[in-house]
């Protein structure tokens, strides 16, 4: 049984993921080195909550209870009462590796880690660990206060019972949760991140202008956000980072020859620091 949650990178997405396990009852732990980063945390959170209330979506007092189900620390507190970590850091392996190995060596022995990668192999992550058999994906997609959707990944020795518990958990949050084997991008990237790629392509070649193309694709395949202003959205260093991981993980020439190779355009712009809406500046510019 899964109570007591902690949620490891006070960013947009642990912040998020915090504010819906605290809706949903469960007590949260929501976990960042930097106090920068938790001040900003509380302030999105609290803002998110007063949106939501605003639109007739949450009563105050559902705000106010859930409030009191988040607390912020720069460490983790309490590491023996903890049922679930899960980390939502940066996307960069070794950084993940490092610290699941740290929760492993901290939490008690029936404790499940999860991570929320958006791509990397939950195989080799829960190498790092000792307790491959509770090592999770759970992938919350962005922003996950308002998306329905979650992808449950199992790696090689992802046990059934840990499967178990985190999907009858995905369902308690009112998420719907899709399960993916442990490929590369999983469902979701993998099948995004390349048409976002081949948009790139297209403003690389002249094809069209970013506006063009997004009108396009919103208007011609009924998408609620083109591929260029949603990968602003995401952040230009994260779909990098995603497409270099697909790249790297099916490079056969025989299978998918170069079809998942990141668009120079797109390297570009990270190297520029054009990151998107996150920094002000990506296919579009955004008012800081």
């Known amino acids: 049984m899964v109570s007591q949650i902690a949620v490891i990178g006070a960013g947009q997405m642990g912040a998020g993921i915090a504010q819906v396990f605290a809706m949903a009852g469960y007590q949260v732990q929501l976990i960042d080195i930097s106090l920068n980063q938790l001040t900003k945390a509380q302030k999105f959170i609290v803002q998110s909550l007063e949106r939501q209330v605003s639109k007739g979506a949450l009563s105050l007092s559902a705000q106010e209870e859930a409030l009191k189900h988040i607390r912020f620390f720069e460490t983790l507190q309490n590491p023996e009462t903890v049922d679930l970590a899960l980390e939502a850091i940066v996307e960069n392996f070794e950084l993940k590796a490092q610290l699941l190995k740290k929760l492993d060596a901290t939490l008690q022995g029936s404790a499940i880690l999860a991570t929320n990668t958006s791509s990397l192999s939950i195989t080799q992550l829960g190498a790092a660990t000792q307790r491959p058999d509770r090592v999770i994906g759970v992938h919350f997609m962005n922003p996950a206060p308002r998306m329905p959707l979650v992808e449950v990944v199992r790696g090689q020795e992802t046990s059934e019972a840990t499967y178990q518990i985190i999907d009858q958990l ?34 690389q070649e002249g094809v069209a202008t970013p506006q063009d193309i997004d009108t396009a694709m919103k208007l011609g395949t009924n998408q609620p956000m083109g591929p260029l202003e949603l990968a602003d959205f995401i952040g230009l260093d994260t779909c990098l980072a995603i497409i270099q991981v697909l790249y790297e993980g099916f490079r056969d020439p025989h299978l998918h020859g170069d079809k998942y190779r990141p668009c120079p355009l797109l390297i570009k712009y990270v190297t520029s620091g054009w990151l998107g809406k996150k920094t002000g500046r990506g296919f579009y510019e955004y008012p800081r």
């Open 170 to 203: 995905i369902g308690k949050l009112g998420k719907t949760p899709v399960l993916s084997q442990d490929f590369p991008g999983f469902i979701v990237n993998r099948i995004l991140m390349p048409m976002i790629n081949e948009a790139i392509y297209a403003v």
